[in-house]
T-cell receptor, first 113, second 111 residues
Framework: EAGVTQFPSHSVIEKGQTVTLRCDPISGHDNLYWYRRVMGKEIKFLLHFVKESKQDESGMPNNRFLAERTGGTYSTLKVQPAELEDSGVYFC???????????FGQGTRLTVV | EDQVTQSPEALRLQEGESSSLNCSYTVSGLRGLFWYRQDPGKGPEFLFTLYSAGEEKEKERLKATLTKKESFLHITAPKPEDSATYLCAVQATGNTGKLIFGQGTTLQVKP
């Protein structure tokens, strides 16, 4: 069974540019999460989808971040325009039921220069 | 505010030297406590879920326990391949599936 897949694995962009991260969850998992780890800090929650609906977006830092989940399958996280403080590793996770273990992708390392 | 604190930040052991990692948490209500292992350049890998005080789970050389204020991850006779960062996370009642993570404990096991 394929795990959670994230694209790209690395991205280096200039301040002010736009970047889109993609996550393909485990097939059949209705719950999809985005997390972020900035250097020296703990992994922090960004948002939670149930199918195509946003269940909780309390962790989204500001309106430069836009997450979508088309048809309840894959998800994208767009940062526009990117700022230096957006640098970090973005993780996607999915779970079958919302209160059980979530399985993580390998992460996308975003560097804004 | 819900919070998770892990200690120590780093731990170096000799192969075969058993030890414990600590995860202290403060939450309005605990729905579940999760342990993950993370290797460099990879995403967190699920190890255990604990739901209530007194519960214990085991997997190979790892054993996780839970009290009302903290969890321990006991490592018995570790091997070099157990070297990794161990992450603790809690899911609070009333929330969605959101996990609140600690900063992790980086374990190095020397042969």
């Amino acid at each position: 069974e394929a795990g959670v897949t994230q694209f790209p694995s690395h991205s280096v962009i200039e301040k002010g540019q736009t970047v889109t991260l993609r996550c393909d969850p485990i097939s059949g998992h209705d719950n999809l999460y985005w997390y972020r780890r900035v250097m020296g800090k703990e992994i922090k929650f960004l948002l939670h989808f149930v199918k195509e609906s946003k269940q909780d977006e309390s962790g989204m830092p500001n309106n430069r971040f836009l997450a979508e989940r088309t048809g309840g399958t894959y998800s994208t996280l767009k940062v526009q325009p990117a700022e230096l403080e957006d640098s970090g590793v973005y993780f996607c996770a999915s779970s079958q039921v919302w209160n059980t273990e979530a399985f993580f992708g390998q992460g996308t390392r975003l560097t804004v220069v | 505010e819900d919070q998770v604190t892990q200690s120590p930040e780093a731990l170096r052991l000799q192969e075969g030297e058993s030890s414990s990692l600590n995860c202290s948490y403060t939450v309005s209500g605990l729905r579940g406590l999760f342990w993950y292992r993370q290797d460099p350049g990879k995403g967190p890998e699920f190890l255990f879920t604990l739901y209530s005080a007194g519960e214990e789970k085991e997997k190979e050389r790892l054993k996780a326990t839970l009290t009302k204020k903290e969890s321990f991850l006991h490592i018995t006779a570790p091997k070099p391949e157990d070297s990794a960062t161990y992450l603790c996370a809690v899911q609070a009642t009333g929330n969605t599936g959101k996990l609140i993570f600690g900063q992790g404990t980086t374990l190095q096991v020397k042969p």
